[in-house]
Every structure is written in C-alpha cells, then in structure tokens.
C-alpha cells in the first residue's frame, strides 16, 4: 500500500475543489478510481482525493501538489475582483473551488492540437491511444506521455492509427519544431501574451483557441480567453448584440473588457457552468 501524506488547506488555498478541478475539462488524462484521482506528475504516479479541507495523496512532495493546483493562488481574490455580474456569479456559485492546474507545456500542447472538434470522451480516447502506443509504461497503470522527440521521429500512419485523423501532421510537425528548439518553453513564458500567441501561432494545427488553450492552461495567462462554441453561444446571447457576426478576436476581447485581467478564470467557471446559464437574453 503507498503511504499517504496529508495536506490541510487554509489560506490561499481555499476556496478549492478537487472534483470541479480535474472534471471541468481543463485536461484529460486524469482517473477518478473509486474515491481516487489517479494521475502523473514528472512522469510518476500520483494519486489524490480531497476530503473537506484536507488532501490526501501520495506519489509526490507537497510543494509538487501546492504548485500543479496552484493552490498558493489568491482564488478569492480573483473572484472577488469580477464585476457584479449576474450570470458570472451564477457560474462562480455553480464551480466554486475550480481551479486551473499548471499543466506541462508539452503535454498540454499536444493534448489541445488533438482536442479540435472533438468531445471529452473523444479527446480522452485518442490521449490514452497516442500513450499506449509511443509512450513508457511506468507502474501503476500509467503510461508517461510520448516525448515530442518520439513522436517527431514516427511514421504518420502510427500516428493516425491511434484515431487523431487529419491531426496527424499537425502533431508530428509541432513535436518535430519543439525537439529541434529545446528552449521554446522558457522563451514563450517570458513573453507578452500577444507575442506569446503569435510565437504559438507558428507550430502546425495551433489556432487562436488552441493556443489560447496553451496559454491558459500551461502558462497561466489569466487575460487568455480560449473561445469555444460554449463560450461563444455565451459570450453572444449574454454579453454581445445578438444577430450579429463576430470574430473570435472581438468576443475574447470583449470578455477582457468586463471581466478584466483574470478574463481566463472567468472564461473557465462560464465554461464549467454551461449547462446551467440559461440561454436568453440578459435583461
């Protein structure tokens, strides 16, 4: 049996809430076994549940768990900083304790050029495909994520086998232009958001929502407001004049402008409470 260590949340760490966290479709390869979250961190299984206030977990020193949940974050400070506005509220009250995690640039990069048009269930299949046919098998059953070099260096048709389709060039060429510039990481983080997107916006199958995506879920820029058809049914009954035509650049913006800086985390809590915004026009 592992052994188990505790964390008790207090301070910044609260409000937060395991379950919304890993189940609100910021990523994908977590497991939910039993009373269990079963994941990896560095490539080593780990395996947490949250009890109340307390975390039980094992696998991984608390400063890993304290860091990949951002659990050092002024959560309430950000949510306490949105305007007064009646279907954000409803949304904060709806996911409250959701939090973005600090995903791994890499495995997020590759996660969301497989993620377009496609479902969660669709998403999750071709992650566990792409794992189990280039990936290292690590215990637990876990398989690491494949490294950009090994799938820069397989054939297209592995690739597409595991159900991406067309995506299969995009992956590969990305994983190739990320092998041969192993500095690309630490240059994008050091950029401005809007040169960060455009530095982003060179890799192959990396749109503007995906690496909005990319921003906001490996590099925590809050003002990155990733635009799904969620967002955008949303962002046009709530918020824009309906009936019109907008481009995706006008409704992120036009998210940045009421919620401000933290648009990213308001984006998140509408996306996480979409079934239950109601789809009118606000009074």
Known sequence: MPLYRTLRLKGDALPFDLERTLACGQ??????????????????????????????????????????FDLDLDLEGILSGFPDDPILLQAIDCAYGLRIVRQP?????????????????????????????????????????????KLAASPLCDIRSCRVGYRDKFLCGT?????????????????????????????PGIGKKVADCILLFAFHRFEAV?????IDRIMRTHYLEEGERYSYDKIADTARQIFGPNAG???????AARETIPDMRKK
């Open 27 to 68: 990523v994908f390869r977590w497991e939910k076994r039993g009373n269990w979250w079963c994941g990896l961190f560095e490539q080593k299984p780990v395996r947490i549940r949250q009890d109340g206030n307390l975390l039980r977990f094992s696998g991984a020193p608390e400063e890993d768990i304290i860091r990949y």
């Open 265 to 271: 985390y308001a984006q998140e809590y509408l996306f």
């Open 175 to 203: 994983a190739a232009m990320i092998s041969a510039d192993p500095g690309w990481e630490e240059r994008i983080a050091t950029l401005p958001y809007n040169e960060a997107r455009k530095e982003l916006l060179r890799f």
């Open 105 to 149: 640039a890499w495995e997020c990069t590759a996660s969301y050029i497989v993620a377009t048009f496609a479902n969660i269930p669709g998403i999750q299949t071709r992650l566990k495909l792409l794992c189990e046919r280039f990936g290292e098998r690590i215990g637990d059953g876990h398989v690491a994520f494949p490294s950009p070099e």
């Open 226 to 230: 990733p635009v799904d058809v969620w």
